[in-house]
């Protein structure tokens, strides 16, 4: 079983990274410092792939041609090559855990190896994601102090997909085994069996890695990229991640059925390890290219005291041991948006919950099988990436350059207020209707807030893309989803179990708090305009000055 699962591991692997070259490839060509030749059409692709050479570039872009061989990225700039690389890894990774995301659902609800029935299972278990994420959070810190962006990336992807391996085999070890359930501690009465906290924990974890990587590779593209570009090319970027999610969603039942449950974690592991060439090679691209994201961190080093080296790494590591706490607080003094995005991403992940947590009540109650309902949600995520591919290849592209982020910010929160007022008006909603509007928050989540959220980092410098999303992406977005697990776990100890249309009005009531926290950060978001001016003032392009008074001006403007 072990070689057949790692044969259909590397088997989808090459194909999800074939499929995301040539889609990829077909609409990305850039070069430093703003210059662009790209074309969304596949009739502009041959172009595309064979720009004009301006002079000044012809050197580098041969070298790394040679560097690369030749094929479908031998004419692409070395900054193009790099971001396309480590936007295949992403894919992958999301391939990777859009097999990992049923599975470890399937085993958290199935009556033989979870908690199946027990209501209160799931808001308990989602309580236990935000201290996981913090824990992670430390990990990434202490690890990027020592190893960098790219030690970093490469310890942390072993390390989940590690856990994935280890989870599934000792599932299948435990199937096997008849032992006797551990009683748990200060709940008189009450026990546990050893396969379900192993599943338990695989799902906390599981909901707890995925931010831990992502942020990663979004924080190399961010600081390869310029405003402009990011505006138009992380769209379709992410369109790569819903390509790869969708086919691996087509095949998580024949999958589960070939391979079973602790089968499908092995092969995500296989897929998850596979990424790590692709984040390889972008990170060999951009060290030959003097374009690393690990050049801001170092350019920064002599400012503090270039005379005494030694004085500079002590001070480092008593920053380190100070906590991340105060880094955060003094981090979001100094750059209020990111305060504002915080905030916001805790509400939006609050929702998130509530209609996660209706989703998967009802989804249990009309699907009672393991099997079929692993497959019912393989497909269901699978459209959510389809429709959110469209839109991130075939709408989003060609609005952005006439619309400024923050519109979009306000339009989330005011679609979902609208369809869960509808939502609290049936007393027994169907599976469909709460799938639907669960299926309208992800597309818009995956196609939308996903870009914005991006688009927010560009301009910042390193310890705002590197330390600063980590800490808004793993701990915000699991905090919010712990806390609001609380509050209901909460809730329901003093009221009693909610049915479903109550937990429509909290839905309703959560939406409405995100709308107040999104129109906040479209009051603090900066505009294309702004963005550019922040970005060449970060590169070195423009005066300190001019940099003043167009903070002025924005403050100004935000009082307004």
């Known amino acids: 079983m072990t070689i057949a699962s790692a044969a259909a591991s590397l088997a989808v692997s090459s194909t999800a990274a074939s499929t995301s070259t040539l889609a990829l490839s077909n609409v990305l060509s850039l070069a430093r410092g703003g210059a662009i030749a790209a074309a969304v059409t596949t009739a502009a692709s041959s172009t595309l792939l064979q720009p004009k050479k301006d002079v000044s570039n012809i050197g580098i872009v041969e070298k790394f041609q040679g560097m690369r061989g030749g094929g479908p990225l031998s004419n692409i700039t070395p900054e193009g090559s790099s971001v396309l690389y480590m936007a295949i890894a992403m894919s992958l990774h999301y391939l990777s855990y859009s097999i990992a995301r049923p599975s470890t659902i399937a085993l958290f609800t199935s009556a033989k190896t979870g908690f199946a029935g027990n209501t209160a299972a799931f808001p308990l278990a989602m309580a236990f ?274 619309l400024e982020p923050r519109y979009l910010w306000r339009f989330m929160p005011m679609t979902m207020v609208t369809a869960l007022s509808y939502l609290c008006l049936n007393e027994n909603p169907t599976l469909y209707l709460i799938s639907g509007c669960f299926m309208l928050f992800k597309v818009m989540e995956f196609s939308i807030r996903r870009m914005l959220d991006e688009m927010v980092y560009v301009p910042l410098d390193f310890e705002s893309r590197f330390l600063g999303k980590e800490i808004i992406s793993v701990f915000g977005y699991r905090f919010g989803k712990s806390g609001m697990s609380l509050a209901l776990s909460g809730l329901t100890s003093m009221f009693g179990d909610f049915g479903l249309q109550q937990l429509s009005f909290l839905t309703g009531g959560a939406a409405g708090v995100w709308l107040l926290a999104a129109f906040n950060v479209s009051n603090l978001v900066f505009t294309r305009a702004e963005a550019e001016i922040m970005y060449q003032s970060k590169r070195g392009g423009g005066s300190k000055s001019s940099t003043s008074r167009e903070r002025r001006r924005r403050e100004r403007r935000v009082r307004k």
């Open 129 to 402: 994601i935000s201290p996981t994420s913090l824990a992670l959070l430390f990990l990434y810190g202490k690890i990027l102090s020592n190893a960098g962006p790219r030690g970093t990336i490469r310890q942390t992807t072993f390390l989940c997909a590690s856990a994935l391996w280890l989870s599934g085999i000792l599932i299948v070890l435990l199937q096997g085994m008849d032992l006797d359930p551990l009683s748990i501690p200060f709940i008189p009465g009450a026990s546990i069996k050893v396969i379900q906290l192993v599943v338990g924990a695989l799902f906390i974890f599981r909901e707890s890695y995925v931010q831990l990587l992502t942020s990663q590779y979004w924080a190399f593209m961010a600081s390869i990229l310029t405003p402009d570009q990011s505006a138009k090319w992380f769209s379709p970027i992410s369109g790569l991640t819903s390509i790869t999610s969708a086919a691996s969603g087509l095949g998580v039942r024949s999958l589960v059925e070939k391979l079973g449950l602790p089968g499908a974690l092995g092969v995500a592991g296989v897929i998850l390890v596979t990424s790590l060439i692709f984040t390889e090679k972008a990170y060999t691209i951009s060290d030959a290219g003097g374009f690393t994201p690990a050049d801001d961190q170092m350019k920064k080093k002599p400012r503090h005291g270039s005379s005494n080296t030694r004085k500079t790494s002590t001070e480092q590591e008593e920053g380190h041991e100070a906590g991340l706490v105060k880094k955060a607080s003094a981090l979001f003094g100094r750059v209020p948006v990111l305060k504002a995005l915080f905030i916001e991403i805790l509400a939006g992940q609050g929702l998130a919950t509530l209609l996660n947590v209706l989703f998967v009540t009802k989804l249990s109650e009309s699907l009672p099988d393991d099997t079929v309902r692993a497959g019912w949600m393989g497909k269901f995520f699978a459209s959510i990436n389809v429709v959110a591919m469209c839109l991130q290849f075939g709408v989003i592209p060609r609005i952005m350059p006439h």
